[in-house]
């Protein structure tokens, strides 16, 4: 079966409780100033392996993935910064959770103007497949989406944390001994109290979903969103976490959460893609699940390709596979060159192969 890897990172990207709640989020905090955690790291693929952090030394620990699109779109940044630093002591080490294999054919792969993405990546490179990096560094320091990148500064602590793409001014004043690191915690402490205290929410959300108690979770969801209108899409990924233990609750729960949204494409269009594309899911409710797409391809003017990515799936989940087709076609054409063009274009295939194994 098809699976839209890219497009479902995306929403997990967009639902910030999905990577968080019941994670342990604030029991242990990483903030600016504090010793770096150990490197734990199960494979090096490029560069040299690191064992610890040499005095002296900076080191950048960029979280990635082979799926995320912007995490792509930064690599020849990253390479290019690597470059120009060579010569300063600096390391750059780009860290996928991702199996060993997943990464290994993603480098084996070439990009939309047919340079390998083994040659493309100009620095060390390592997965991480028992998470065991990601848990000392992303959870402790409150990230909830990648690319995200730490700087490790010459003693081997923290010295900012925030997206690759910004790293150039700051690992030119790290190099230098120019960098305000204290000025730096006070912003970022600022910035980040408001996730640290959603995650805590978050994380009474999930204890209340594990023990199926709904109606609390509920509650907490919607004094969460009214608190923090950021997290608003903490409810589909509530509507997820029941979806997968009690279908008959989660659907009455998700058409009252579509109509509530009837206006907002992104939240009727993860409803759908939830029903289904999410393996843990025994029950799935097409027709729900058709009434969305239908209404986010409406909402987007039939020219959102995740969004008809997920209406032709619907409808090869009915066995309805012209119509799935036909759907597909449209979204690989609105995808363009865009980072999930090559995904959706191996779910026409499949979808294409289906239909003619049926005549």
């Known amino acids: 079966m098809y699976m839209r890897t890219a497009s479902a990172a995306a929403l997990t990207l967009w639902l910030p409780t999905v990577c968080m709640a019941g994670d342990g989020y604030g029991d242990t905090v990483l903030t600016i100033g504090d010793m770096a955690p150990t490197v734990e790291i199960s494979h090096f693929l490029k560069g040299e392996p690191v064992a610890e952090f040499e005095t002296g030394n900076v080191y950048v620990m960029e979280f990635w993935a082979t799926w995320c699109g912007p995490c792509k779109a930064s690599i020849p940044h990253i390479s ?7 010569d300063y002591n600096v390391t750059i080490i780009g860290v996928s959770d991702e199996k060993l294999q997943t990464v290994v054919k993603f480098l084996s792969k070439a990009d939309s103007e047919s340079v390998l993405w083994t040659d493309k990546i100009q620095y060390t490179l390592a997965t991480d497949p028992d998470r065991s990096t990601y848990d000392a560094y992303m959870r402790p320091a409150a990230q909830r989406g990648i690319p995200t990148a730490f700087v490790i500064g010459k003693d081997s602590r923290i010295e900012w944390i925030g997206s690759p793409v910004e790293l150039d001014d700051v690992l030119g004043k ?33 204890d209340a979903a594990k023990q199926g108690d709904w109606d609390t979770a509920i509650a907490a969801v919607k004094t969460l969103g009214e608190a923090q209108p950021e997290y608003a899409g903490a409810d589909v990924s509530l509507f997820r976490k029941m979806l997968r233990k009690e279908p008959a609750r ?35 409710d097409l027709k729900f699940a058709m009434k969305g797409a239908k209404r986010a391809c409406e909402l987007t003017d039939y020219e959102d390709a995740a969004i008809l990515d997920t209406l032709a799936r619907v409808y090869y989940e009915k ?26 274009r191996e779910a026409l295939i499949s979808y294409e192969k289906e239909a003619a194994s049926r005549i």
Do not use: C, H
Request: net charge negative.
């Open 80 to 86: 290019k910064l690597q470059e120009e630093f060579k």
């Open 174 to 206: 790290v190099v230098r001994d120019e960098w305000d690191r204290e000025a730096f915690r006070v912003e970022f402490e600022q910035e980040i109290a408001p996730v640290r205290q959603a995650m805590k929410m978050m994380a009474r959300i999930d």
């Open 250 to 284: 989660a659907y009455g729960y998700g058409r009252e959460l579509m109509e509530q949204n009837w206006d907002k494409a992104q939240v009727l269009n993860g409803l759908a893609w939830l029903t289904v594309d999410d393996k843990e899911v025994m029950s799935r």
């Open 319 to 344: 066995g309805d596979f012209q119509q799935a087709i036909k759907w597909q076609r449209d979204a690989v054409k609105q995808a363009g060159d865009s980072p999930m063009a090559d995904q959706l």
